[in-house]
Antibody, heavy 120, light 109 residues
Framework: EVQLVESGGGLVQPGRSLRLSCAAS????????MHWVRKVPGNGLEWVSG????????QYADSVKGRFTVSRDNAKNSLYLQMNSLRAEDTAVYYC?????????????WGKGTTVTVSS | SYELTQPPSVSVSPGQTARITCSGD??????VFWYQQKSGQAPVLVIY???KRPSGIPARISGSKSGTMATLTVSGAQVDDEGDYYC????????????FGGGTSLTVL
């Protein structure tokens, strides 16, 4: 069974950093691109970032570009999101999602999410 | 920035057909994907590449697209179909940029 388990969320002050992790199991991790998607309370879903199977290409939403960095460790079956210079508007549930292809295409399986709250 | 537009809410009685639309200028050239999210749960893919249904998704859920508008149809809607539905597509050429519609809350009562 494909499983994605996010961790690393919490309460953080504006301007500080946080690193999210996603542990993958049940599939060959390095065969697939991966994504981060967030849901802001009271709002809809927002695609945040994507990374191809070998980490050689990363993409970001304009709202996080320059502040967030996505990476992966295929030896550890893990995906990461380094979030710097956090803002109140980054408060959201962050989901890790598996792509259907090695390149970025679309997401077919999601984790349950981890909550990030940015507040002083 | 590019946007996908959905109606905020759709309401039908059990057994009726619910249609949720998603409009965007790039849709004639880009695939649309649909996700269902129930309260407190992770999103679930229900339609991919405009019209295809993943295994395990009931046949009463279908997708279509014409020009700049895609439509998710739930035929014979059941209470279990309630939730938020999001369309998704990419819009950049070369680089990848994903975008979700604003979401549509489907109520079956």
């Amino acid at each position: 069974e494909v499983q994605l388990v996010e961790s690393g969320g919490g309460l953080v002050q504006p301007g500080r950093s946080l690193r999210l992790s996603c542990a993958a199991s049940g599939f060959t991790f390095d065969d697939y691109a991966m994504h981060w998607v967030r849901k802001v309370p009271g709002n809809g879903l927002e695609w945040v970032s994507g990374i191809i199977w070998n980490g050689g290409n990363t993409q970001y939403a304009d709202s996080v570009k320059g502040r967030f960095t996505v990476s992966r460790d295929n030896a550890k079956n893990s995906l990461y999101l380094q979030m710097n210079s956090l803002r109140a508007e980054d408060t959201a549930v962050y989901y890790c999602a598996k792509d259907v292809s090695p390149a970025m295409w679309n997401m077919d399986v999601w984790g349950k999410g981890t909550t990030v709250t940015v507040s002083s | 920035s590019y946007e996908l537009t959905q109606p905020p809410s759709v309401s039908v009685s059990p057994g009726q057909t619910a249609r949720i639309t998603c409009s965007g200028d790039a849709l004639p050239k880009k695939y649309v994907f649909w996700y269902q999210q129930k309260s407190g749960q992770a999103p679930v893919l229900v339609i991919y590449e405009d019209v295809k249904r993943p295994s395990g998704i009931p046949a009463r859920i279908s997708g279509s697209k014409s020009g700049t508008m895609a439509t998710l149809t739930v035929s014979g809607a059941q209470v279990d179909d309630e939730g938020d539905y999001y369309c998704y597509s990419s819009y950049a050429t070369g680089d990848y940029r994903g975008v979700f519609g604003g979401g549509t809350s489907l109520t079956v009562l």
